[in-house]
Structure formats: structure tokens, C-alpha cells
């Protein structure tokens, strides 16, 4: 990344800072502003700051290891669908859904041969014809964009999406301790973590990580990956 990117990456924080919803408030609020998000970005993904039109790499890796075969899969909190896309061309049947309308949109004229499901939904009330149908569901994020009061409120939801038998991943930023936790993103504790556990889920890999910035910023990350007994 050049100096202008960086620059430009400033820029965009201080501007979309600005909008209603950015810093917390209510869900609603929350839901408006990712949406406001992307329709002024109007079509530009260099307007999108999370929007690297690439699959996160510890999502690659895994699924060098764990192709689909027919499985179902499904990406909490899309954005734009690379996620969702490299689910699909490991061969798991793909889901994906946003809160934004405007990310689904932009979703399916990315990838536009109808094999991934894009659709509007909201995590804290997922499709009824979604809950226990899902071999995978992966949440890359998603949780750390919601507000600390309101965070225990997906545990539930989250986890009815998940097939007997079936995976939960979570990656997004951690919170080891140290440093600010201020937000957004809200960085997700041992605490909060620990809600995911129990009710038939058990861990079945944990790793914390470092992701170095080039604005200088070293954030710690997890990938949890939680199976659910059959």
C-alpha cells in the first residue's frame, strides 16, 4: 500500500465518521450506515475501506483442506461476495447475506451466474428456511461491526444456522487484554467467545494471530472454528 493509498484510507474513515450510525447507537442505526456505506460509494470499491475484492487468506487456507463436495455453506455479512465466491469454487453449495441491499446488489453483478445465493437478511432475525441447514457457516467480521451492548443478542441466531453435525468459523479481531478496545470494530473478548461454546458445540481449532497494517497498526485476530455434535 503507497502513501496515498494511506492517505486516502484517513480520508475515507474521517468521511464516512460522519454518517449516522458510525460510531454505535442502536442496530438500526448500525444497519443504515453500512448501508449508506456502500450507496455513496456509488459503484466505486475503493469507497468500500473492508472491501479487498479478495477471499480472506485464512479462509483460503482452510478451504484448501476442506473442499465443499455438495455441501451447504453460508457467508454471514457478505459485503461484496468474495467470501462467498471462494465457498463456492471449493465446491460448497453457497448462501450469503448482507444487511446492506446495495452490498447484495453489488454481490450479484460481481459474480452474476446465479450458483451463490445472495439475499438481504439480518443476523439478529435469520430466514426461518435457514435455521439447521448448514454444513458451514462462516462469520468474517460481522460480529466485531456490533455493538458491544448488543453483541449477546446473535449468539443464538448465529448458531441455529448450523446443521447437526456442521461447523461454525468465526474470524475477526481479538482482544487480548491490552490496548484500546474502542470502536467500531469492537474487538471480541474471551468472554464473548466464550457464549459460542456449549449447547453442543465444541471447539475444534483455535488460533490467535497478528495481522501487521501498513499504517503501522499490529491487530490481533482469531479464527475459531466450533463443531456442532450430530
Not at 74 to 90: F, I, K, P, S, T
Not at 188 to 196: G, K, P, S, V
Not at 209 to 228: A, M, S, T, Y
Amino acid at each position: 500500500m503507497t502513501t496515498d493509498d494511506i492517505d486516502h484510507r484517513k480520508q475515507l474513515r474521517a468521511r464516512l465518521d460522519t454518517l449516522e450510525g458510525a460510531n454505535g447507537g442502536g442496530w438500526e442505526n448500525r444497519k443504515s450506515w453500512f448501508e449508506q456505506v456502500y450507496t455513496t460509494a456509488d459503484g466505486d470499491t475503493n469507497e468500500i475501506p473492508w472491501a479487498e475484492l479478495k477471499p480472506k487468506a485464512p479462509l483460503v487456507e482452510w478451504l484448501e483442506h476442506n473442499k465443499g463436495e455438495g455441501r451447504t455453506a453460508l457467508d454471514v455479512g457478505c459485503g461484496l461476495g468474495d467470501n462467498a465466491n471462494a465457498l463456492h469454487e471449493a465446491g460448497w453449495k453457497t448462501s450469503a447475506f448482507d444487511v446492506a441491499p446495495t452490498a447484495i446488489e453489488w454481490a450479484h453483478k460481481r459474480f452474476p451466474s446465479g450458483e451463490i445465493e445472495f439475499r438481504c437478511a439480518d443476523l439478529f432475525n435469520p430466514p426461518a428456511d435457514w435455521v439447521g441447514k448448514f454444513d458451514l457457516v462462516y462469520e468474517c467480521f460481522t460480529l466485531q461491526a456490533i455493538g458491544i451492548e448488543m453483541r449477546g443478542n446473535v449468539v443464538k441466531p448465529l448458531k441455529s444456522l448450523v446443521a447437526p453435525g456442521g461447523t461454525l468459523i468465526i474470524l475477526g479481531r481479538y482482544y487480548d487484554g491490552t490496548g484500546d478496545r474502542s470502536g467500531p470494530p469492537w474487538p471480541l473478548t474471551d468472554e464473548e467467545i466464550a457464549e459460542y461454546y456449549g449447547d453442543g458445540f465444541e471447539e475444534a481449532s483455535r488460533t490467535t494471530f497478528v495481522q501487521h497494517k501498513d499504517d503501522g497498526r499490529n491487530i490481533p485476530h482469531i479464527w475459531l472454528e466450533l463443531k456442532r455434535n450430530a
